[in-house]
C-alpha cells in the first residue's frame, strides 16, 4: 500500500527558513508528479507546488513570489519543499501528494500524507 509521509514542519519567525521532505513508499516513485499542497485555517486547500516525474519541469504558485523550491531524488523517493523568507501567511497544514498526471487539479492526485503543520510568527 502506498505511503506518503512529511517531516520538517515546526514553529519558526518570519523571514526564516524551513525544508520539508517527503518519503514516499510502496509505490513506483519515479512514475508519480509530486505535489505539495497547503491549508491554512479556515481556508481551501490550495496548490504550492509541483514537480514532474522526470524533475525537469515544477510549477510553482504565483503567490509564492519564488520564495519556495521543490526537488525530488527519485533514488531516495523523496520528494522536498525548501521554504525561504517565509512570512505569517504561509502558516499552514502542508501536504505531499502524488499523482500519474502532471496536473494542478487535487482531485486527481491519488495519494496523500498526513500534513505537517507550518507555523511562522511575526
Known amino acids: 500500500q502506498a505511503q506518503l509521509e512529511e517531516s520538517g514542519g515546526d514553529l519558526v519567525q518570519a523571514g526564516e527558513s524551513l525544508r520539508l521532505s517527503c518519503a514516499a513508499s510502496g509505490l513506483t516513485f519515479i512514475r508519480y508528479n509530486m505535489a505539495w499542497f497547503r491549508q491554512a485555517p479556515g481556508k481551501e486547500r490550495e496548490l504550492v507546488a509541483v514537480?514532474?516525474?522526470?524533475?525537469?519541469?515544477?510549477y510553482y504558485a504565483e503567490s509564492l513570489e519564488g520564495r519556495f523550491t521543490i526537488s525530488r531524488d527519485n533514488d531516495k523517493n523523496t520528494v522536498a519543499l525548501q521554504m525561504d523568507s517565509l512570512r505569517p501567511e504561509d502558516t499552514a497544514v502542508y501536504y505531499c501528494?502524488?499523482?500519474?498526471?502532471?496536473?494542478?487539479?487535487?482531485?486527481?492526485?491519488?495519494?496523500w500524507g498526513q500534513g505537517t503543520q507550518v507555523t511562522v510568527s511575526s
Open positions: 514537480a514532474s516525474w522526470w524533475g525537469s519541469t515544477s
Open positions: 501528494a502524488a499523482s500519474k498526471l502532471a496536473t494542478m487539479d487535487e482531485s486527481r492526485y491519488e495519494y
